[in-house]
C-alpha cells in the first residue's frame, strides 16, 4: 500500500469541510450514491460511526455536532451524536460500552476524565474498534489519535496577548469551567506561562458553572468585587469568556479581556470593543475530520496516520477587532 497522502488528505477534507462551514451541508444524492453503494457492497455491512461527548448541551459543542452530521451526510454513512448533557462520565463510559457492543466500527470520544477512559478505550481496540479523541484528550488509553487544539501553546499565546494589552504588569484572574480535565489542566498551564512571561501576577484561578450563565456572571462578579485592582481577566473557557464581557459592561470595568473560544455572543462583545480577543480551536473541524478519519479507516482500511504523539493540532485561531467580521460571518450558522 503506498504511504498515506497527508497533504492530500486534508486538501480533501479541507474543500468538504468548507462546504459544510457556508451552509452547502451533505452532497447531492445523485452524486453520493454511486460511491456510497460501491463501499457498502465492499463492506458487505453498512458503515456505523460515533462520537460521544461529556456534554452534549454545551454552545461551544454545536458546530462540532454540525461538523460531524456533515461528514455523515456528505459520506451517506451512519453517524451518531451521542453522549451525556452533564459531565456523568460513568454514564458516558455505559453509552461508549453499548456502542460498541451493538456494532459500531469507529468512535470519537470527546472525554472529561481521562484516567476513566483508559480500560474502556483499550478494551474497545481489543475488539477491532477504531477509537480516536476529539477536543479533549485520554492520551494513555491508546486512542489511535487526538484532533484538537495544542492547549498549551495557545493558552501561552493568549496569556502573552492579555499581558500586552494591561501593559505589561499588575494582575490578572483567571477561571476555570471544568476542574479536573486534562484540557483545562493544560490551558492553565500555558495560561500561567503567558501572562508570567508578559509581567502579569496572577491572582488566582476560579472555578466556574458554564452550565449557567447567571452563575457563571456572578463568579466572575465575585472575582472582581475581590480584587478591585485587577487589571487583566483570562477566561479559560468559552461560556466565561461571554460572562466576564457582560460583567465588565455591567461594572463599567476597563480591565482588557482576552478568552477562548468562538462562541457568538463572545464575538459580538469583540466587534463592539468590550472584549478584546479570543482563542479559537476550530470545533467545527473537530467534529467534521475524526469522522473522515474514521471513515478512511474503517471503510477503507486506510492506514493509521503517524504523528508526533498522536496529535493531529488544529490552528490557533486568533479573533480581534481587526477580523471579527468575517468570524462572525462564518459562525452565524452555529448561533442560537
Same mark, same amino acid.
Request: charged share 20%; proline share 5%.
Given at each position: 500500500?503506498?504511504?498515506?497522502?497527508?497533504?492530500?488528505?486534508?486538501?480533501?477534507?479541507?474543500?468538504?469541510?468548507?462546504?459544510?462551514?457556508?451552509?452547502?451541508?451533505?452532497?447531492?444524492?445523485?452524486?453520493a450514491a454511486p460511491w456510497v453503494g460501491w463501499v457498502r457492497s465492499y463492506m458487505k455491512k453498512p458503515v456505523k460511526l460515533?462520537?460521544?461527548?461529556?456534554?452534549?448541551t454545551a454552545p461551544y459543542y454545536t458546530p462540532t455536532r454540525i461538523g460531524v452530521q456533515d461528514a455523515g451526510a456528505q459520506?451517506?454513512?451512519?453517524?451518531?451524536?451521542?453522549?451525556?448533557?452533564?459531565?456523568?462520565?460513568?454514564?458516558?463510559?455505559?453509552?461508549?460500552?453499548?456502542?460498541v457492543a451493538t456494532g459500531y466500527q469507529g468512535i470519537a470520544v470527546i472525554p472529561v476524565e481521562p484516567d476513566a477512559w483508559i480500560a474502556p478505550i483499550k478494551h474497545a481496540i481489543e475488539q477491532g474498534i477504531v477509537v480516536v479523541c476529539t477536543?479533549?484528550?485520554?492520551?494513555?488509553?491508546?486512542?489511535?489519535l487526538f484532533f484538537g487544539q495544542d492547549l498549551v501553546g495557545a493558552a501561552e499565546a493568549q496569556g502573552r496577548m492579555l499581558a500586552k494589552l494591561a501593559g505589561g504588569r499588575g494582575t490578572v484572574a483567571m477561571t476555570n469551567c471544568a476542574p479536573g480535565m486534562l484540557?483545562?489542566?493544560?490551558?492553565?498551564?500555558?495560561? /500561567? /506561562?503567558?501572562?508570567?512571561?508578559?509581567?502579569?501576577?496572577?491572582?488566582?484561578?476560579?472555578?466556574t458553572d458554564p452550565s449557567d450563565m447567571g452563575s457563571d456572571r456572578s463568579t466572575i462578579r465575585d472575582i472582581a468585587r475581590s480584587h478591585p485592582n485587577l487589571t487583566a481577566m483570562m477566561p479559560l473557557c468559552g461560556q466565561d469568556t461571554a460572562a466576564a464581557g457582560l460583567v465588565k459592561q455591567e461594572m463599567k470595568a476597563r480591565w482588557p479581556i482576552v478568552g477562548t473560544d468562538l462562541i457568538y455572543q463572545t464575538l459580538e462583545m469583540i466587534r463592539d470593543g468590550v472584549i478584546d480577543g479570543t482563542v479559537g480551536?476550530?470545533?467545527?473541524?473537530?467534529?467534521?475530520?475524526?469522522?473522515?478519519?474514521?471513515?478512511?479507516?474503517v471503510a477503507l482500511n486506510g492506514p493509521k496516520l503517524n504523528l508526533p504523539g498522536?496529535?493531529?493540532f488544529m490552528a490557533d485561531e486568533i479573533v480581534t477587532t481587526e477580523n471579527v467580521a468575517e468570524y462572525l460571518e462564518r459562525e452565524k450558522r452555529f448561533a442560537g
Open positions: 500500500m503506498p504511504p498515506f497522502d497527508r497533504r492530500g488528505f486534508l486538501r480533501s477534507t479541507a474543500t468538504g469541510a468548507a462546504a459544510g462551514i457556508l451552509g452547502a451541508g451533505a452532497a447531492r444524492a445523485d452524486e460515533a462520537i460521544t461527548c461529556y456534554n452534549t459520506l451517506g454513512v451512519e453517524v451518531l451524536w451521542t453522549g451525556v448533557p452533564d459531565g456523568n462520565t460513568v454514564a458516558q463510559i455505559a453509552q461508549f460500552r453499548q456502542l477536543n479533549s484528550d485520554s492520551p494513555d488509553s491508546g486512542r489511535e484540557a483545562l489542566d493544560r490551558r492553565i498551564e500555558g495560561a /500561567k /506561562k503567558g501572562v508570567t512571561a508578559g509581567g502579569l501576577e496572577i491572582v488566582g484561578v476560579f472555578n480551536q476550530e470545533p467545527y473541524l473537530q467534529g467534521y475530520l475524526p469522522i473522515m478519519h474514521l471513515y478512511q479507516r498522536g496529535n493531529y
